[in-house]
């Protein structure tokens, strides 16, 4: 199992062979939710209480238009909580969010396959999901170089993501997560498409069109909403 690690980035092709003989899910998932975890931890440890707070009412505030009592109340509410209550806040999040996510897009690539009479279990595809997104460990390396290289203790949310595509063509938008979204993830889809493609026996373009199809959505909502 630990062969897969090198395979998913050097040998892709060979692993997602291997998940469909045997899927596994526990190993990535668990190293997936430990990887973002080590970087809301290293944000909290790194970042002064005020710099933190201040970056947790603009991220309220950037994407709404809201009056300045509103804008008070948002402000004083989270000036009351503790950086522990904070950063607890953020891991807790991580940890009902990312497997949500994960099930709810292992659902709909269950569902999809039997429109190509693919038989595969909903492990089958948490499985593949969870191994597509190892390549977030580049994304996750180069959030800790970014901590680890500042000593000013205020490294804001958007720093924290060099390999994000918004940041690399120098923009910045409203939405963090529009903003957030990074090469990594991109990789991530990528692996997906042609795992969906070789798994279903479906042509890549087809297969990069449903595989992407949930993110187009959620992601051209946020862009519709926020930009």
Known sequence: MLQNFIDIIAAPVAVIARLRAKPSVWLPFVLMIALQMSITLGYFAHNDIGFIRDQAIAQQVQSREMTREQRQQIEQAIGKLALGALSGISLAALVIIIPVVLCLNAWYLSFMGKFSFTELSFKHWLSLLCWTSIPALFAVLAAWLVLLT????????LELQPLSIASLLGYSLKSQTLQSF??????????LALAYSKWTKTGLFKSILITTAPYIVIYGAIAYFTL
């Open 150 to 157: 500042n000593d000013n203790g205020q490294v804001s949310q």
């Open 182 to 191: 990074n090469l990594a993830q991109l990789w991530s889809l990528g692996l």
